[in-house]
């Protein structure tokens, strides 16, 4: 599931805006914080997709369906 989720969010397009910009930034910096968890085992799959879920959601980040 991780790794579909890296596929789905590493194309979101970066825009210009630069509201938009610290948004996106501020939205991949925490996702990298929640991988690192992931892979040192701090949390588990299951807290890794709720937490990613919310922040998403919260956020307000749309994810493509099927990019790649």
């Known amino acids: ?5 890296n596929e789905k969010t590493k194309d979101l397009g970066r825009t210009d805006g630069s509201a938009d ?3 996106l930034d501020l ?3 925490q996702k990298e ?3 690192t968890f ?5 949390i588990t799959q299951a807290q890794y ?3 990613l879920n ?3 959601e919260k956020m307000g980040i749309f994810i493509r369906e099927g990019s790649e």
Do not use: V
């Not at 599931?1 to 989720?5: A, F, G, L, V």
């Open 1 to 5: 599931m991780n790794e579909e989720m």
């Open 21 to 23: 910009k610290k948004k």
């Open 27 to 29: 939205f991949y910096s």
């Open 33 to 35: 914080l929640l991988d």
């Open 38 to 42: 992931l892979e040192h085992q701090a």
């Open 49 to 51: 997709e709720k937490s």
């Open 54 to 56: 919310g922040l998403i």
